[in-house]
């Protein structure tokens, strides 16, 4: 394979105290078996480019949410649990960022991706894709009600293992290398995730929450992950 874009995390900066995260820092340390796969990936994509040649581009996404988002994560399923009038369950004290990223301008950085692959210089480079700006957990559920219209219940649960307490990706690199400058802010992101979501038929949350069956599954997939 001689070009090859590779879709990694931004779990992989864990709990890193240098913000904005940069692609080359040293003290990037992944906190949960999700963000290690990713980083063994990244390695295995660097083995392969330095043994066999090739363009080989591993991609960061930071949170990336809009249409056709998995159900099971946390901005649908918090708009889904909304509008069933049931709680969602907010991990923390609502205080964790996350650098949430409007779809279509991943979109833009994977195509631009692509491109420079196809041009057949050897190389072999990550980079961070996301908004660079940082969002809190009770903003995230502020902008979600006011697009939904409704007053939503909240389930407060301890902080979980695994997160991160704050995600936000320096964009220098992906300026740089192709061109990459997002658009689209939560406060304009959110609403039009709304509009497509409320075409959908309203369909159950994929898990049991705390109190409606198996609290622990309710709990393994209800907070926001980095991607």
């Known amino acids: 394979m001689k070009a090859v874009v590779f879709a990694s995390s931004s779990s992989v900066y864990g709990n890193s105290p240098n913000v904005p995260f940069r692609e ?29 040649g090739g363009s ?34 907010l991990f923390g004290d609502g205080t964790s960022e996350r650098d949430y990223t409007w779809i279509e301008d991943i979109l833009d950085g994977v195509v631009s991706a692509i491109d420079r692959t196809a041009r057949g210089k050897p190389e072999f480079e990550v980079i961070n894709l996301g908004g660079n700006r940082p969002v809190s957990l009770h903003r995230l559920v502020d902008l979600l009600a006011e697009a939904l219209k409704v007053t939503p219940v909240v389930d407060r649960l301890p902080d979980q293992p695994g997160d991160v307490r704050r995600t936000w990706a320096d964009l220098r690199k992906a300026h740089h290398l192709l ?37 622990g599954l309710g709990a393994s997939v209800a907070s926001p992950r980095n991607t």
């Open 56 to 89: 080989l581009l591993c991609l960061r996404l930071f949170t990336v949410y809009g249409p056709r988002q998995r159900p099971d994560l946390a901005i649908r399923k918090f708009a889904t649990l909304m509008s069933q009038g049931r709680p969602i369950p």
């Open 24 to 52: 080359d820092d040293q003290s990037a340390q992944p906190v949960s078996p999700y963000a290690e796969t990713k980083r063994a990936a990244e390695l295995v994509c660097r083995a392969h480019q330095a043994a066999f």
């Open 179 to 215: 061109g990459y400058a997002p658009h689209t802010t939560l406060e304009d992101g959110i609403p039009k995730f709304v509009y497509w979501f409320r075409d959908l038929p309203l369909t159950p949350v994929p898990y049991p929450l705390r109190g409606e069956g198996d609290a």
